[in-house]
């Protein structure tokens, strides 16, 4: 398990006792992976570690959203199970029409109206940003204000043909996975002094694949880790669970990747708290 929790020696300098320090944790997207990401919450609960600012893409934004605006790990988890979002079909609605793609947010936009009384970043407990992708322009960028908090959170998980693009003023917007999956960027622009990344996508070696779903959930995470190695040598620690068993479309396997995510959570903060 160690060798998948990296810490970025030329950082070091960083971590020191003398002063407050600014902690910014960086959540990536990865479908249904991103369920490790609540067991490493957890983890990070149990042992009273706060950060001051949280990031995500896709998944990421999803479970960092419902965490930075109050609620526990393990209530998420059962928002998960309450809500039935560990079947794929529960997380995904078929659209009436193609034309957009094949599948519209219905779901998670009633998770997010039922769960959080408001729509505005400001309002959330801790500083939040969500990565999105403008369909139109090719850009991406990092929202961390304003009034439309639902809005861009759906938006940051639109994965792009499977969902249709999600329209927030006046721009048509894809998964922040497509340009940017482990969002770094903003925990550099706030100017925290130690940055955490937990990265819940890897393509293990395969001699064959087969089946619709796993080709295409192969050839998603092909496509996400192309765009993550230079932000994953930004932080000062990276974490990066084994889940080379599951792929993104495993929403029934949520209570074994919150095992794995916390499991990795404990032995990451165990060692941090010895130094």
């Known amino acids: 398990m160690a060798s998948n929790i990296r810490a970025n020696a030329q950082n070091d300098e960083l971590k020191t006792k003398n002063k407050p320090q600014k902690v910014g944790l960086a959540l990536s997207g990865g479908g249904a992976l991103g369920y490790a990401h609540i067991g490493f919450l957890q983890a990070m609960r149990e042992y009273k570690f706060e950060v001051d600012v949280v990031s995500g893409t896709s998944m990421g934004s999803i479970i960092g959203v419902l965490y930075c605006a109050g609620f526990?790990?393990?209530?998420?988890?059962?928002?998960?199970?309450?809500?039935?979002?560990?079947?794929?079909?529960?997380?995904?609605?078929?659209?009436?029409?193609f034309?957009?793609?094949?599948?519209?947010?219905?779901?998670?936009?009633?998770?997010?109206?039922?769960?959080?009384?408001?729509?505005?970043?400001?309002?959330?407990?801790?500083?939040?940003?969500?990565?999105?992708?403008?369909?139109?322009?090719?850009?991406?960028k990092f929202v961390g204000s304003g009034k439309f908090l639902k809005e861009y959170v759906i938006a940051s998980g639109t994965i792009p043909v499977i969902f249709e693009p999600k329209l927030v003023e006046g721009e048509q917007y894809i998964d922040g996975g497509v340009m940017q999956n482990l969002p770094v960027e903003p925990l550099i622009f706030e100017k925290c002094d130690i940055i955490i990344g937990v990265d819940v996508v890897t393509v293990p070696n395969q001699s064959e694949v087969k089946g619709l779903v796993n080709i295409f959930s192969r050839?998603?995470?092909?496509?996400?880790?192309?765009?993550?190695?230079?932000?994953?040598?930004?932080?000062?620690?990276?974490?990066?669970?084994?889940?080379?068993?599951?792929?993104?479309?495993?929403?029934?396997?949520?209570?074994?990747?919150?095992?794995?995510g916390y499991a990795y959570g404990k032995a990451f903060f165990e060692d941090y708290c010895k130094k």
């Open 219 to 260: 050839a998603m995470a092909l496509s996400i880790i192309s765009n993550t190695e230079k932000w994953a040598k930004k932080c000062d620690y990276l974490i990066t669970p084994n889940l080379e068993k599951y792929t993104i479309t495993d929403f029934d396997k949520a209570q074994e990747l919150f095992d794995i």
């Open 99 to 140: 034309g957009k793609g094949l599948f519209n947010h219905d779901k998670l936009s009633k998770v997010l109206e039922k769960n959080i009384p408001h729509n505005d970043f400001s309002k959330l407990n801790i500083k939040f940003y969500c990565c999105v992708t403008n369909f139109n322009n090719a850009t991406y």
């Open 72 to 97: 526990t790990p393990i209530e998420i988890l059962d928002i998960v199970d309450k809500e039935n979002m560990n079947t794929i079909l529960n997380v995904v609605k078929l659209n009436s029409s």
